[in-house]
């Protein structure tokens, strides 16, 4: 559940950071693969992601089941607020988000999905202004092709370990992982990164070269 502290985490994530700059950050402390894959990317270019994670498992199927979709409206019923629901990539091309999906997490206090796969209803997902990150519209329907076998449980999405309660930020530039155990040194580090860069930027553009703000700062 998000807390206070939570809150204004996030509304500093938002106000000041971005993917890149903490991802940077990332690649120094060893952590060189916490970027989800290149292809999920926000349904709008402007959508920006900060939350907790709720992972769940999708598991392909072939044809109706006993219990159609798995756990899935059980897994949107327990989410919390502040939190991201993410799911990891399947064979089969469908539609793992779309409009009734989104009313729930907002309804619930969720701030976003990221699906390693499809969404779709993606006019109707618009007019909720509900940040969704994926590959792009695809209608097919899930229903006779997949189940959430399991829900807030560790997951890889694209290699990646998600685990519940990790830090999400997603911008248009892709969808990075904060392992909770770094979270506090990443975060002050790539605030006082981000704003060095905004001196060495203002710097050039009064004229200094590239290779002396290098030298100069450290940051590129």
């Known amino acids: 559940m998000t807390t206070s502290t939570d809150t204004e985490l996030f509304a500093t994530i938002r106000a000041q950071l971005y993917t890149a700059v903490v991802g940077d950050i990332l690649d120094t ?59 990891p990539r399947i064979v089969q091309p469908v539609a793992l988000w779309g409009e009734i999906l989104t009313a729930t997490s907002q309804q619930r206090g969720a701030v976003g999905a990221v699906v390693d796969g499809y969404y779709r209803d993606t006019a109707q997902v618009l007019e909720r202004d509900f940040p969704v990150f994926g590959w792009g519209t695809y209608a097919q329907d899930s229903s006779v ?50 704003s060095t860069e905004n001196v060495v ?8 070269s590239a290779t002396e703000a290098f030298a100069t700062y450290g940051v590129l």
Not at 55 to 74: A, N, R, Y
Not at 152 to 171: K, Q
Not at 201 to 208: E, H, P, R, T, V
């Open 201 to 208: 930027c203002k710097a050039i553009d009064a004229g200094m």
């Open 29 to 87: 402390l060893g952590r060189t693969h916490q970027f989800l894959p290149p292809e999920i990317r926000p349904l709008r270019p402007e959508m920006k992601l900060v939350g907790r994670a709720m992972p769940s498992v999708t598991s392909e199927v072939h044809g109706p089941q006993k219990k159609p979709f798995g756990f899935l409206t059980e897994a949107l019923d327990q989410l919390e607020p502040g939190e991201v629901y993410i799911t």
């Open 145 to 194: 092709r997949t189940v959430v076998s399991d829900y807030r449980v560790p997951v890889r999405v694209g290699g990646v370990l998600v685990t519940p309660g990790d830090l999400i930020i997603g911008d248009i530039d892709g969808v990075l992982v904060v392992p909770q155990e770094v979270e506090a040194e990443v975060i002050e580090a790539a605030l006082a990164k981000a």
